[in-house]
């Protein structure tokens, strides 16, 4: 089937104890491609056809230039730039600027990392559905999980019907370990507020700690 990819990513991120493994995966995934990028792809006519074509975002571009190869970004970032000169017309009235404009900033928006990211990430979503059809151990891992951030939640929501004749199931399981996730979240927000009111500054901590960092990682969508 055209949507299987290897496996052995999310198994490895589901066991992690981590937020959220679609998020993990998303890492691993991104410092890969960011790898990729900054070497063999550098001298690869076709890749360099993507690069000049969609250039990269200012995340990965941050990412790009904290590797070890500086050369590399510069000499993508050349083609990059003569593709945009290519592009860019002298703009003659204001129909035509606000067209250009809107081309323009699309193309400072694109990204071929962000591009490549979200095709694997498609099948990363169909294939976590499928295995929970296909592989019996995997529907008990996910049901231990500790739940996703908001966006990989609503993405395996979107591709819940890979898991063909168990889709309910499939839904049923993460949904409870989604809201089993929010509970506790709102939880340990409850009891990290607490702490500011001066009868309640000695209890302890507990787990409630880190709660807005949590929140900021759990209900937002983060590029990474």
Same mark, same amino acid.
């Given at each position: 089937?055209?949507?299987?990819?290897?496996?052995?990513?999310?198994?490895?991120?589901?066991k992690?104890?981590?937020?959220?493994?679609?998020?993990?995966l998303?890492?691993?995934?991104?410092?890969?491609?960011?790898?990729?990028?900054?070497?063999?792809?550098?001298?690869v006519?076709?890749?360099?056809?993507?690069?000049?074509?969609?250039?990269?975002?200012?995340?990965?571009y941050d990412?790009?230039l904290?590797?070890?190869?500086?050369l590399?970004?510069?000499?993508?970032?050349?083609?990059?730039t003569?593709? %945009?000169q290519?592009?860019? *017309?002298?703009?003659?009235n @204001?129909?035509? +600027?606000?067209?250009?404009? $809107?081309?323009? !900033?699309?193309?400072?928006?694109?990204?071929?990392?962000?591009?490549?990211?979200?095709?694997?990430?498609?099948?990363?979503?169909?294939?976590?559905?499928?295995?929970?059809?296909n592989?019996?151990?995997?529907?008990?891992?996910?049901?231990?999980?500790q739940g996703?951030? %908001?966006?990989?939640?609503? *993405?395996?929501?979107?591709? @819940?019907?890979? +898991?063909?004749?168990?889709? $309910?199931?499939? !839904?049923?399981?993460?949904?409870?370990?989604e809201?089993?996730?929010?509970?506790?979240?709102?939880?340990?927000?409850?009891?990290?507020?607490?702490?500011?009111?001066?009868?309640?500054?000695?209890?302890?901590?507990?787990?409630?700690?880190?709660?807005?960092?949590?929140?900021?990682?759990?209900l937002?969508?983060?590029?990474?």
């Open positions: 089937m055209q949507y299987k990819i290897h496996t052995t990513p999310i198994w490895d991120a589901f992690k104890d981590c937020l959220c493994p679609m998020c993990e998303n890492e691993q995934l991104s410092t890969r491609l960011v790898d990729r990028f900054l070497n063999e792809a550098v001298m006519p076709t890749s360099r056809q993507l690069v000049n074509k969609y250039g990269f975002c200012s995340h990965h990412l790009l904290m590797g070890d190869n500086i590399g970004v510069a000499l993508q970032s050349i083609t990059r003569e593709h %945009l290519n592009i860019l *017309k002298p703009p003659v @204001a129909k035509t +600027a606000k067209k250009q404009a $809107e081309m323009l !900033l699309k193309e400072s928006m694109s990204c071929i990392i962000c591009r490549e990211m979200e095709e694997i990430m498609d099948r990363y979503y169909m294939t976590v559905a499928n295995m929970y059809y592989e019996p151990p995997f529907m008990k891992v996910l049901n231990d999980s996703f951030c %908001l966006y990989h939640y609503a *993405k395996l929501l979107e591709n @819940a019907h890979y +898991a063909r004749s168990k889709t $309910e199931q499939f !839904l049923e399981c993460i949904y409870s370990v809201i089993t996730k929010l509970s506790k979240l709102k939880s340990d927000l409850n009891s990290f507020t607490e702490k500011f009111d001066y009868q309640k500054k000695d209890i302890p901590w507990g787990t409630s700690k880190d709660s807005p960092l949590r929140a900021s990682k759990i937002t969508h983060r590029k990474i």
